[in-house]
């Protein structure tokens, strides 16, 4: 008797930006939890830093481009997702997944990985924009989402999309610009921001830029001023993503109910343990 054939893999496209990490460390990960997931993977890996970027992946199931960075992880997002549509125009009817190499350096990868591949099946089948990810709250200034009422956002380190998501990350820059989000100004300038919503727009400086505020990022006084213009556009972008998804469409968050909460707050706990061991060990 004939051994039963290994069932076949799903495929997923998928759109992964590295700064951190080598391009092919980065697809290598990704396809070893995939696998373990009956998923292959099938894509294009930006890599922002450019040194890093060669004539070809060993993994022919990745294309390699060169990124701009121009916004940080987003610009890399854009440019991924025009040259998978170039390259594999049949991905346009599908989910694609998008991930940044701080999926490995700050977080538990195989287990936040591989809850949104999970959600492959339940995203193809929803005939409205949908999004899953990591879903966090709101937790000062702006407790809600402007554009969809929303009191959390997907976070953009690992996501999915459907087909039908596709289209709004496509429009995000253009989005962008409508609000001022690319005004040639310091973040706290009047002209930056100045047609976003307002308390976004507070939101973020507080995050980025006013001094005093206990919101404020750690490094915000040794950035400068062009990259933190680069990080508010990146927080704006990912607001704006799940507000225009959300907006009419859905979000499927991960940890949804309290045995998945629990389950991805001790993984990433333990798996931040780790990273600290091997460092001290170094």
């Keep these: 008797?004939?051994?039963?054939?290994?069932?076949?893999?799903?495929?997923?496209?998928?759109?992964?930006?590295?700064?951190?990490?080598?391009?092919?460390?980065?697809?290598?990960?990704?396809?070893?939890?995939?696998?373990?997931?009956?998923?292959?993977?099938?894509?294009v890996i930006v890599c922002n830093r450019a040194q890093?970027?060669?004539?070809?992946?060993?993994?022919?199931?990745?294309?390699l481009a060169q990124g701009s960075n121009a916004l940080l992880d987003f610009s890399g997002f854009f440019e991924g997702l025009e040259r998978l549509l170039s390259t594999r125009p049949e991905?346009?009817?599908?989910?694609?997944?998008?991930?940044?190499?701080?999926?490995f350096t700050k977080h538990a990868a195989s287990c936040i990985l591989g809850r949104v591949l999970g959600l492959d099946a339940?995203?193809?089948?929803?005939?409205?924009p949908a999004m899953a990810g990591k879903l966090d709250?709101?937790?000062?200034?702006?407790?809600?989402?402007?554009?969809?009422?929303?009191?959390?956002?997907?976070?953009?380190?690992?996501?999915?999309?459907?087909?039908r998501g596709l289209p709004i990350v496509q429009q995000l820059s253009s989005l962008a610009a409508e609000d001022d989000v690319f005004a040639d100004a310091t973040v706290c300038d009047e002209a930056w921001g100045r047609r976003m919503p307002a308390v976004l727009r507070e939101h973020i400086r507080a995050h980025l830029a006013y001094e005093g505020s206990p919101y404020l990022w750690p490094a915000a006084a040794s950035t400068q001023a062009e990259q933190l213009r680069k990080k508010a556009a990146c927080v704006y972008?990912?607001?704006?993503?799940?507000?225009?998804?959300?907006?009419?469409?859905?979000?499927?968050?991960?940890?949804?109910?309290?045995?998945?909460?629990?389950?991805?707050?001790?993984?990433?706990?333990?798996?931040?343990l780790a990273r600290m061991a091997k460092v001290s060990a170094e």
């Excluded at 890093?52 to 294309?63: G, Y």
């Excluded at 991905?91 to 999926?103: R, W």
């Excluded at 709250?137 to 087909?163: E, H, K």
């Design 237 to 272: 972008l990912e607001t704006r993503l799940s507000g225009a998804v959300g907006h009419g469409g859905a979000l499927l968050p991960i940890n949804s109910g309290p045995r998945a909460t629990t389950d991805i707050f001790v993984r990433e706990f333990l798996a931040r």
């Design 122 to 128: 339940l995203l193809r089948r929803l005939q409205v």
């Design 137 to 163: 709250p709101y937790r000062s200034i702006c407790r809600q989402n402007p554009w969809s009422g929303d009191r959390g956002f997907v976070t953009t380190f690992c996501y999915m999309l459907n087909a």
């Design 91 to 103: 991905a346009a009817a599908s989910n694609v997944l998008f991930v940044n190499d701080s999926l």
């Design 52 to 63: 890093q970027v060669h004539a070809r992946l060993q993994d022919s199931r990745f294309d």
């Design 1 to 43: 008797m004939n051994a039963a054939a290994p069932p076949a893999q799903r495929e997923i496209n998928v759109v992964a930006v590295c700064y951190q990490r080598p391009p092919d460390r980065v697809a290598a990960s990704l396809q070893r939890i995939a696998q373990r997931h009956g998923v292959e993977l099938r894509g």
